[in-house]
């Protein structure tokens, strides 16, 4: 498949792209440039109830029957294919999000990842055996959930497809996925790889739509059995009603307004770019994006003055460009949006030392901004941007720091900077967060377990526990002795 601007998307039901029953076809833009990017179908509830009776049907079929030793086979093709095709995935994802290309092609290579550990892995469930006592022999299962919702936001469309549907089925699930409305293709593409390596018709299903509407039919069907969302807290919030009525199995990775700790005692050359990076990765349309910067008095300054020079710097443009960092925003209306928490900064009395202005130019961009004076009671200190601004805000001490860092709804990743390993150690352990980085600015790789405390959700994503998740655990007593157990003696 090329990309080309006149083509349309369908859905992808039972092992091919067909049409719409909505009828709907939806324009999508490139953000960057405004320009046309084809047309996209939208599920409505028919369409919807066709994926789920596909993936319903592909659990009795062939699938069902498929061992690890064959789905591990199958993930590792689709591993295979995802590299095979990652030019092709990473201009369509390019040009479907705005964002830079070079970070699109790790995105990329990390969706392979994803793939690959969960092939390797799956030979994993296993169940364990216990002796009760007496002439009992209890032993587990581990089967698959069976059929799963899975619902992913615009910021990584084609890194979160693999995070969700490696384990889904790896553990032997069936899949019917919604894309945001704005960002389908990467999906789109990764369903025909996986149909076009042998994965079964109906185990792979993909349905564009809009969240309150398709999302939430999606996520209260009956047919479903596990709903594994990733979006907004506020989503989160109500996916968790709807999820409730007919009960189903949860996972919810939300978001995050994650700190990122500089004491005195860091290597500032080293703190500084990497915090710039930690935010302005992803134009900070990240959920684990290290927007609130907490600085020890004696060094804020410095620290204030190194992030706005680096910001700067950022290589910021044409996103298809490899020397890029930062591309657009997803769109003119959450660029409209990032401003107005600028705005509303500075009516606070924060002050913009660097950016904090979007420009007159075509396309979604929004410049590298940092904003000092900020404290943690702030608008801009509490809530999650989801851009590319960064909040400076000074301590006194390891206590205050570890206060203001905590001081949070979320907690989804938190980053340290000291030269004391004792204190790495320490602070890392009074932080509420479900990653935390010790003088390094990554937070997630496949194969290790990736997700929140508090509002930022719960479940863990890309590590061995994510197969928790996508399996029940059913126990077998055995009587193994020659009289069958029987207390009233009838
Ligand atoms: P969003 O909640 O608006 O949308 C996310 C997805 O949920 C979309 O596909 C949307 O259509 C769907 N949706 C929305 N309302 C729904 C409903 N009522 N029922 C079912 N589906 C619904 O979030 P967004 O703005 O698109 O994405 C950004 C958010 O995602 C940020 O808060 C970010 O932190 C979070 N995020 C979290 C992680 C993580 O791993 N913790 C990763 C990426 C993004």
């Excluded at 995935?89 to 990842?113: D, F, H, M, P, Y």
């Excluded at 969240?211 to 996520?219: D, F, I, S």
């Excluded at 307004?257 to 005195?264: C, M, V």
């Amino acid at each position: 498949m090329a990309v080309a601007t006149d083509r349309e998307y369908g859905l992808f039901i039972d092992g091919e792209l067909v049409e719409p029953a909505s009828g709907e076809l939806r324009d999508l833009a490139e953000p960057a440039t405004g320009d046309p990017l084809g047309r996209a179908a939208m599920a409505g509830p028919d369409d919807v109830d066709r994926a789920v009776a596909a993936a319903r049907g592909a659990l009795s079929g062939p699938w069902g029957k498929t061992g690890p030793t064959e789905r591990s086979r199958l993930l590792h093709a689709l591993a295979d294919a995802v590299v095979a095709n990652r030019k092709e995935l990473a201009e369509l994802e390019t040009r479907n999000v705005g964002k830079a290309i070079a970070s699109v092609k790790a995105e990329v290579a990390v969706a392979e990842q994803n793939f690959r550990f969960f092939a390797s892995v799956l030979g994993s469930l296993a169940g364990r055996s216990h002796p009760v006592g007496g002439s009992l022999l209890y032993y587990s299962l581990r089967e698959p959930v069976g059929v799963c919702a899975q619902i992913v936001p615009w910021n990584y469309p084609v890194m979160m497809t693999a995070w969700k549907l490696a384990p889904a089925l790896a553990a032997g699930c069936t899949v019917v996925l919604k894309p945001d409305p704005a960002t389908p293709l990467s999906a789109l593409r990764i369903a025909e790889l996986a149909a076009e390596v042998g994965i079964p018709n109906g185990v792979v299903n993909i349905v564009p739509g809009d969240g309150p509407t398709t999302g939430a039919y999606l996520v209260g069907h009956p047919g479903v059995d596990k709903v594994s969302f990733t979006g907004s807290t506020r989503s989160g919030s109500e996916v968790m009603k709807l999820a409730s009525d007919p009960v189903k199995r949860l996972s919810l990775e939300l978001g995050g307004k994650s700190p990122n700790l500089i004491f005195a005692d860091a290597k500032l050359e080293d703190a500084i770019p990497s915090s710039a990076y930690a935010i302005y990765y992803s134009a900070g349309q990240s959920c684990d994006a290290r927007s609130r910067v907490l600085v020890e008095e004696s060094v804020y300054d410095e620290v204030v003055a190194g992030l706005a020079e680096a910001a700067g710097k950022v290589k910021v443009g044409d996103p298809l460009d490899p020397e890029t960092q930062m591309g657009s925003l997803i769109s003119d209306v959450h660029r409209g949006k990032v401003h107005g928490f600028v705005e509303e900064g500075v009516s606070e009395g924060a002050e913009v030392v660097a950016g904090g202005e979007p420009g007159n130019g075509g396309g979604a961009f929004y410049p590298p901004t940092v904003l000092a004076k900020v404290e943690n009671r702030m608008v801009v200190a509490q809530e999650e941007i989801f851009g590319p601004v960064v909040v400076a805000i000074p301590f006194a001490d390891e206590k205050e720091a570890i206060a203001l860092a905590n001081d949070s709804r979320y907690g989804l990743v938190a980053t340290v900077w000291s030269q004391d390993p004792a204190r790495g150690h320490r602070v890392a352990a009074r932080l509420k967060a479900g990653t935390v980085g010790v003088n390094m600015p990554y937070s997630a790789f496949p194969g290790i377990p990736f997700g929140g405390y508090k509002q930022s959700g719960f479940g863990r994503e890309t590590g061995l526990e994510t197969l928790d998740l996508y399996t029940e655990s059913k126990g077998v007593i055995l009587q193994t002795g020659p009289k069958p157990v029987n207390p009233f003696g009838l």
